[in-house]
């Protein structure tokens, strides 16, 4: 699916194949909560990185965040510096994909079967994640990936 997305103030616009388009999993972890997650968690989707073009690629910056241990993850947060919007991750750790956050894309997504709960150890005390029958939860990483994720739906 082609995933159209953009900032809030449009300085940013870009389009990405995604063959994990649907937004089903929440990640309440405290980089995603705090750079994308107003609701206390942040909504990634799985795309093709070479398939990703920008338009306004000067407004960009990128945000590394530290981690526990001291360290800069490897993942480059992609934002727009003139709105702040969070736009996608990129991580070297996996070259050919990049993950814009569904908060950022303008078209229609598909509505998810079920949602997937990631990282609830980490979520914030006054968050109240919106559980439903069936959906799936983990204090950590689950061991499924979004595209394995998209397969077993077979979406």
Not at 115 to 138: C, Q, T, Y
Not at 144 to 151: G, K, V
Request: aromatic share 8%; net charge negative.
């Amino acid at each position: 699916m082609k995933l159209e997305g953009s900032c809030h103030c449009k300085a940013v616009r870009f389009t990405v194949e995604a063959p994990s388009p649907v937004p089903f999993m929440r990640c309440y972890c405290s980089i995603c909560r705090k750079t994308a997650g107003g609701g206390g968690y942040a909504i990634n989707l799985g795309a093709a990185r070479d398939t990703l073009r920008i338009d306004g690629e000067d407004a960009l910056s990128v945000y590394r965040a530290r981690l526990a241990d001291g360290s800069l993850s490897t993942g480059e947060r992609n934002f727009c510096r003139h709105c702040g919007s969070a736009l996608w991750l990129w991580d070297p750790t996996w070259p050919e994909l990049v993950h814009p956050h569904a908060s950022a894309i303008d078209a229609p997504l598909p509505v998810p079967p079920q949602r997937v709960h990631i990282m609830l150890a980490s979520k914030a005390n006054w968050v109240e994640p919106e559980l439903r029958p069936g959906d799936e939860r983990f204090d950590d990483y689950p061991d499924e990936s979004l595209a394995q994720w998209h397969e077993r739906h077979g979406l």
